[in-house]
């Protein structure tokens, strides 16, 4: 179900661009609402106002590095980026999401019929 929404952003390439970096891809809740400690008064009000207010987001990650970037996946927003993320990554990451047609290349049976 999110892979679907990753094919949207990036193509369907982003799976072998996995698989080529060693890439650990994991989907998350985002927020930018920060939940107070246990012991605050206010505790369960910044956690449901996180739980409200998050987006799901994928965490990508090198396996052999300490890196990470996230994007949500909705915005396609870069809400996190580590120093030790490479660079080159974010780049061709960037390349993806941007090239014509990622976003439209899953048709419906209906719009390959008014194609044909």
Do not use: C, Y
């Not at 939940?35 to 994928?58: F, G, K, W």
């Amino acid at each position: 179900m999110f892979e679907d929404h990753l094919f949207d952003l990036f193509g369907l390439e982003i799976e072998d661009w996995i698989e080529e970096n060693n890439i650990v891809a994991e989907f998350i809740h985002w927020s930018e609402v920060m939940i107070l400690p246990d012991n605050h008064p206010d505790h369960s009000e910044t956690l449901e106002r996180n739980l409200e207010e998050s987006e799901i987001a994928v965490n990508f990650s090198p396996l052999h590095s300490e890196g990470n970037l996230m994007i949500t996946l909705d915005s396609a927003k870069i809400v996190e980026k580590s120093e030790a993320f490479p660079e080159e990554l974010m780049l061709q990451l960037i390349e993806m999401a941007t090239t014509p047609l990622t976003k439209h290349q899953f048709l419906t049976d209906n719009q390959i019929g008014d194609l044909i």
